[in-house]
């Protein structure tokens, strides 16, 4: 891939909580790619009402998950976008058949998966808060908002997903990793998974930026790591 002039597309994995979308955005700010987050853009759908996000919402509102087929024609859909571009995803594949309609369309040249213990990711998911129509994230521990229960940005209160309460927790864990197993042994087979362990971002992120630098060519090189960066 060094001397190659095709385009990287590459893929970010973890579980919820395991810090995806802060390795997402430094990984953008130190390498020319575009990041495309599947959350981003199923929000996205859902505000505008359009025909994928108003199903989309029949399913949620149910409290099922939305299924395969559903969010891969919405991914495919919008990648379109980034023909032209370096890209990196966050938050899809999740499931083996996303990951194999993928694959159909485009050539995934590199996998990171986010390996953190299931303490640390509980601690962070029941601190964690957000604003509903934006997906801003706060964390109470270490990225409180500036004033108690609002958004910095909009003034309207931000809220703890259902999803993140200690009592749902498990099950969705369980639920990630029963989905997601398949897809990383999916991706060792075809030699483009790179796990990457521990128990915070700024533990990871000097190992994975190091990786990239041999994986990614100079001319997609943004800038150099600096000493410290602000863990969101």
């Known amino acids: 891939m060094g001397a ?3 385009l990287l597309r590459f893929v970010i994995m973890g579980a919820p909580g395991s810090g995806k979308s802060t390795l997402a955005l430094r990984i953008i700010k130190h390498f020319q790619l575009k990041k495309f987050s599947s959350g981003d853009v199923l929000r996205d759908n859902m505000l505008r009402d359009t025909e994928i996000g108003v199903l989309a919402s029949i399913f949620m509102a149910q409290g099922k998950l939305i299924p395969d087929d559903l969010m891969t024609r919405l991914i495919l859909q919008e990648l379109k976008i980034f023909t032209q571009y370096n890209w990196l995803l966050c938050g899809f594949p999740r499931t083996l058949t996303q990951a194999e309609a993928l694959d159909r369309v485009y050539q995934v040249h590199l996998v990171m998966n986010l390996n953190m213990p299931f ?3 509980r601690q962070r998911l029941t601190a964690r808060w957000i604003h509903p129509a934006s997906g801003r994230g706060y964390n109470l521990e270490f990225n409180p ?3 108690v229960d609002v958004d910095d940005v909009t003034g309207e209160p931000v ?3 259902v999803d993140d309460k200690p009592e749902t927790l498990i099950k969705r864990m369980k639920v990630y990793e029963n989905q997601t197993k398949p897809v990383l042994e999916y991706y060792e087979k075809k030699g483009v998974l790179e796990t990457f362990s521990g128990k915070e971002t700024n533990q990871i992120w000097p190992c994975m930026h190091a990786f990239l630098q ?10 150099q790591l600096p000493h410290k960066e602000k863990s969101l």
């Open 4 to 6: 190659s002039r095709q």
């Open 119 to 121: 303490e640390v990711i």
């Open 145 to 147: 908002p500036k004033a």
């Open 159 to 161: 809220i703890q997903r």
């Open 214 to 223: 041999t994986k990614v060519p100079q001319r997609h090189q943004k800038t």
